[in-house]
């Protein structure tokens, strides 16, 4: 069964620094493309970042570049996103997501089947 697991998200002030952690289960992540998308309250999902396995390819949002770095563990199966310097405007429920994909990764939810619950992330002022 494939499964991916996010944990990590937290309560922190403006200025601040969190890692997401995404446990990938039941596949390889070197096989796939995985990203990190975001969606908060009465807004549409968004990429945040991907990483390929097959290319090590990154992309980040607009938004997030410069302040995020998306990274991977192979030996545990983990991708990991490095948050700082966070802003209110990052207050989201942050999920990660696998699509098996032959290039470059993508930041377009719609090209990811495999989802994960979410994890929440609240940035105060």
């Given at each position: 069964?494939?499964?991916l697991v996010e944990s990590g998200?937290?309560?922190?002030?403006a200025g601040g620094s969190l890692r997401l952690s995404?446990?990938?289960?039941?596949f390889t992540?070197?096989?796939?493309?995985?990203?990190?998308?975001?969606?908060?309250l009465g807004?549409?999902?968004?990429?945040?970042?991907?990483l390929s396995g097959v290319n090590g390819d990154s992309k980040?949002?607009?938004?997030?570049?410069?302040r995020f770095t998306v990274f991977k563990d192979n030996a545990e199966n983990k991708l990991f996103l490095h948050m700082t310097d966070l802003k209110p405007e990052d207050t989201a429920v942050y999920y990660c997501a696998a699509?098996?994909?032959s290039g470059s990764c993508s930041l377009s939810p719609d090209r990811y089947p495999v989802w994960g619950l979410g994890t929440l992330v609240t940035v105060s002022s």
């Open positions: 069964e494939v499964r998200g937290d309560f922190v002030q995404c446990a990938a289960s039941g992540s070197r096989d796939l493309s995985l990203g990190w998308f975001r969606q908060a807004k549409e999902r968004e990429g945040v970042s991907c980040y949002g607009d938004s997030v570049k410069g699509a098996f994909v």
